[in-house]
């Protein structure tokens, strides 16, 4: 595939585009700022930031091409809708960690038989939105509000952690992501599956796994 690439330069984007490339997409890196052309691609990817993700997307779909997005810390239900009227996909998810998305199942499964439960997340200093997209979604599969603890320091990538609490018991429940190449699998299979999901927003990983 011809892809779009937004933050190709970043830190997820410099462990991505060489995974991608090695698994024979051609990939068009597109400087942030100004009006992107993505014009004969066939899918947008982006690693930005919460701030810049919107108008990348929506500068995609504008142009006819649909995307894949990895960038959390913003609301991508009205530019679903702006896909789903132009017959376009935009796949959203706020982890491309398969480790992470099993995680997630392993943690709903377990919510059933505790009943409380807390995650800690921890990810490097420079990211933005607190607590992570993946934080977030967990809580939502697992119900109940449980509290969120967000940590922020040098030498973290991505962490997630749900502690369950009963009667006499502990059950700990953790992913590790230490080198960001682990998304590139996710995105792959991402790309992969693009075509087959229906017009407008898809959202989460767990989507594609079966």
Do not use: Y
């Amino acid at each position: 595939m011809k892809l779009a690439f937004f933050g190709a330069e970043g830190k997820v984007g410099s462990a991505l585009v060489p995974r991608l490339e090695a698994a024979g997409h051609e990939v068009r890196r597109i400087e942030l700022g100004g009006e992107p052309d993505v014009s004969g691609c066939d899918a947008a990817v982006d690693f930005t930031a919460p701030e810049a993700a919107p108008q990348n997307v929506r500068a995609a779909l504008e142009q006819g091409v649909s995307c894949v997005v990895g960038t959390t810390g913003w609301d991508p239900t009205e530019l679903g809708a702006f896909a789903a009227e132009k017959a376009l996909r935009l796949f959203v998810a706020p982890n491309f960690s398969i480790g992470a998305v099993l995680m997630m199942r392993f943690a709903r499964e377990a919510a059933a038989h505790f009943p409380r439960a807390e995650i800690v997340e921890l990810h490097n200093e420079a990211k933005k939105d607190a607590p992570s997209g993946t934080a977030k979604a967990t809580a939502e599969l697992i119900g109940g509000s449980p509290q969120v603890h967000s940590v922020r320091l040098p030498g973290l990538v991505a962490h997630h952690e749900v502690i369950f609490g009963g009667e006499g018991q502990l059950l700990t429940i953790r992913h590790d992501t230490t080198g960001r190449e682990s998304f590139a699998d996710g995105v792959l299979l991402a790309l992969e599956r693009l075509g087959d999901l229906p017009p407008g927003l898809t959202a989460g990983l767990d989507t594609l796994i079966s």
